[in-house]
């Protein structure tokens, strides 16, 4: 062949440069040399099993035109990939991308430079992928996660990602909200599912802390990459409390890497955070974007009915022995979230335990009223908003949830989203929910109508004030 294997790259790249946008084509095709042409066959070397992956599967037909043009129609390409600066001939593939070629197997305990077992930082060194302990708490399961309207959405999709880990549309999965509303229970509780119904399959639970703490050691110790391969070879990782990753750029970078290589191997991604993608602060664009490529779903406090089935499940689990008045009384008093009320259902059992005394409703009441932070049952709950307001303005509850345009219907709706808002630590998209299934955009404007009204409006101020007295009046 008259033309050099440099020509021959050079043109095809030319092909290739034309064809898509300059920023792909600097990321997926420079890093790109040739090494031989052998007949048809031209070898090129990439940087990684991911990196080869990856042209192959977004690529493959440019690729083959690119090549086609070159050497004919006859064109085959072979890769040759670099680990840790060791070249393993990755086989010959025809260039449409035929699967069918034989691959070596995926390597259970990839090697360092040294030939050695890669390093694992949960363990002592040369642990086997498949003795790698996941971390998960095995009393997190789907079956004793409560379902109700602030987690529905979270909760099916945990269930799709269980049976179809990193084949299908929520990958990566984040799941946000406040502490204590259940976020490390759902996380957890796929990876479990998982576990029990894929036993080859390779989880991992960490901490977002943990995480940093391991690559400021791999840092320190000159064993970044062993790091970075021992969370390459998992097949599900489990991120809890990822806003920790905020302002730690190094820690960022390792950790992109390690996405994009779960994100284009087909492997799974769970995450959890305390806020929102769009609102986290101190972490570069690139991982924010993609986190939020896949699903991203809230948990919130549930409403009354959900939180006194978290109370009889638990009360079952744990072999309590407890009365319903007593169950629907914490259920009604303790709003703040899902794990203080659970605390608070130990907090009486162990006083009744340890003063052998009977646990009565009126016993309950006064405990209550020293361990939680809101004494005052109902007063700050949405339902009891909700009967308040509708009493106020003589109207019915599901009139106020309907789709009634009419003024005093509306004017009552509004304040009915605005003091729920005040008053309980519900966000925008569960106060909409208990209204008449209304989205966030709706309970936004209507807090801010009311609140303008109050402000300009002296007749609405003292209707106002006349409605939230009556919600924080004592109860009959």
């Given at each position: 062949?008259?033309?050099?294997?440099?020509?021959?790259?050079?043109?095809?790249?030319?092909?290739?440069?034309?064809?898509?946008?300059?920023?792909?084509?600097?990321?997926?095709?420079?890093?790109?040399?040739?090494?031989?042409?052998?007949?048809?066959?031209?070898?090129?070397?990439?940087p990684?099993?991911?990196?080869?992956?990856?042209?192959?599967?977004?690529?493959?037909?440019?690729?083959?035109?690119?090549?086609?043009?070159?050497?004919?129609?006859?064109?085959k390409?072979?890769?040759?990939?670099?680990?840790?600066?060791?070249?393993?001939?990755k086989?010959?593939?025809?260039?449409?991308?035929?699967r069918?070629?034989?691959?070596?197997?995926?390597?259970?305990?990839?090697?360092n430079?040294?030939?050695?077992?890669?390093?694992?930082?949960?363990?002592?060194?040369?642990?086997?992928?498949?003795?790698?302990?996941?971390?998960?708490?095995?009393?997190?399961?789907?079956?004793?996660?409560?379902?109700?309207?602030?987690n529905?959405?979270?909760?099916?999709?945990?269930?799709?990602?269980?049976?179809?880990?990193?084949?299908?549309?929520?990958?990566?999965?984040?799941?946000?909200?406040?502490?204590?509303?259940?976020?490390?229970?759902?996380?957890?509780?796929?990876?479990?599912?998982?576990?029990?119904?894929f036993?080859?399959k390779v989880?991992?639970?960490?901490?977002?802390?943990?995480?940093?703490?391991?690559?400021?050691?791999?840092?320190?110790?000159?064993?970044?990459?062993?790091f970075?391969?021992?969370?390459?070879?998992?097949?599900?990782?489990?991120i809890?409390?990822?806003?920790?990753?905020?302002?730690?750029?190094?820690?960022?970078?390792?950790?992109f890497?390690?996405?994009?290589?779960?994100?284009?191997?087909?492997?799974?991604?769970?995450?959890?955070?305390?806020?929102?993608?769009?609102?986290?602060?101190?972490?570069?664009?690139?991982?924010?974007t993609?986190?939020?490529?896949?699903?991203?779903?809230?948990?919130?406090?549930?409403?009354?009915?959900?939180?006194?089935?978290?109370?009889?499940?638990?009360?079952?689990?744990?072999?309590?022995v407890?009365?319903?008045?007593?169950?629907?009384?914490?259920?009604?008093?303790?709003?703040?979230?899902?794990?203080?009320?659970?605390?608070?259902l130990?907090?009486?059992?162990?006083?009744?335990?340890?003063?052998?005394?009977e646990?009565?409703?009126?016993?309950?009441?006064?405990?209550?009223?020293?361990?939680?932070?809101?004494?005052?049952?109902?007063?700050?709950?949405?339902e009891?908003?909700?009967?308040?307001?509708?009493?106020?303005?003589?109207?019915?509850?599901?009139?106020?949830?309907?789709?009634?345009?009419?003024?005093e219907?509306?004017?009552?709706?509004?304040?009915?989203?605005?003091?729920?808002?005040?008053?309980?630590?519900?966000?925008?998209?569960?106060?909409?929910?208990?209204?008449?299934?209304?989205?966030?955009?709706?309970?936004?404007?209507?807090?801010?109508?009311?609140?303008?009204?109050?402000?300009?409006?002296?007749?609405?101020?003292?209707?106002?004030?006349?409605?939230?007295?009556?919600?924080?009046?004592?109860?009959e």
């Amino acid at each position: 062949m008259d033309n050099s294997v440099r020509q021959i790259w050079d043109n095809c790249l030319q092909f290739i440069k034309n064809s898509i946008n300059a920023n792909s084509f600097r990321m997926w095709f420079e890093p790109i040399e040739p090494v031989k042409v052998v007949d048809c066959t031209l070898t090129i070397q990439v940087p990684s099993s991911f990196f080869y992956e990856y042209l192959e599967d977004n690529y493959v037909e440019l690729l083959h035109k690119a090549l086609q043009r070159e050497l004919g129609p006859d064109a085959k390409l072979m890769y040759n990939i670099v680990v840790d600066k060791v070249k393993r001939d990755k086989g010959t593939y025809n260039v449409p991308g035929n699967r069918n070629s034989a691959l070596p197997p995926n390597n259970p305990t990839p090697q360092n430079p040294a030939g050695n077992e890669i390093i694992n930082p949960f363990a002592t060194p040369g642990i086997r992928k498949m003795t790698l302990d996941s971390r998960l708490n095995p009393i997190y399961t789907m079956e004793n996660f409560i379902e109700g309207d602030c987690n529905k959405l979270g909760r099916r999709a945990a269930e799709s990602i269980a049976n179809k880990p990193g084949h299908n549309p929520f990958n990566p999965f984040m799941i946000f909200g406040n502490s204590g509303m259940g976020k490390t229970h759902l996380a957890q509780a796929i990876g479990n599912s998982i576990k029990e119904k894929f036993p080859d399959k390779v989880v991992l639970y960490v901490e977002a802390n943990k995480f940093q703490t391991q690559y400021t050691d791999a840092c320190r110790n000159n064993t970044r990459n062993d790091f970075v391969h021992f969370y390459q070879m998992l097949d599900v990782l489990i991120i809890d409390d990822v806003q920790e990753f905020a302002g730690k750029v190094g820690t960022q970078d390792t950790f992109f890497a390690i996405f994009n290589s779960f994100y284009m191997s087909g492997k799974q991604i769970i995450l959890t955070c305390d806020t929102k993608p769009v609102e986290l602060k101190g972490l570069n664009e690139r991982l924010l974007t993609r986190f939020r490529c896949g699903l991203t779903v809230e948990v919130s406090m549930p409403d009354y009915a959900t939180r006194l089935n978290i109370l009889k499940r638990k009360a079952y689990n744990d072999g309590m022995v407890i009365s319903e008045d007593i169950l629907k009384y914490i259920a009604e008093t303790v709003v703040s979230n899902v794990r203080d009320l659970e605390g608070a259902l130990i907090s009486l059992l162990a006083h009744s335990t340890f003063s052998r005394s009977e646990l009565t409703l009126d016993v309950a009441k006064q405990l209550l009223g020293k361990i939680t932070k809101n004494n005052e049952p109902e007063k700050y709950t949405i339902e009891h908003i909700i009967k308040v307001v509708c009493g106020h303005f003589g109207i019915k509850e599901q009139v106020l949830s309907s789709k009634s345009r009419a003024k005093e219907i509306a004017t009552a709706r509004q304040m009915a989203m605005y003091f729920a808002k005040q008053l309980t630590d519900l966000p925008y998209k569960q106060i909409g929910i208990s209204i008449g299934n209304r989205d966030h955009s709706t309970v936004l404007y209507a807090c801010k109508t009311v609140a303008k009204q109050i402000e300009t409006d002296d007749k609405f101020r003292e209707i106002a004030q006349e409605v939230e007295n009556k919600i924080k009046s004592p109860q009959e």
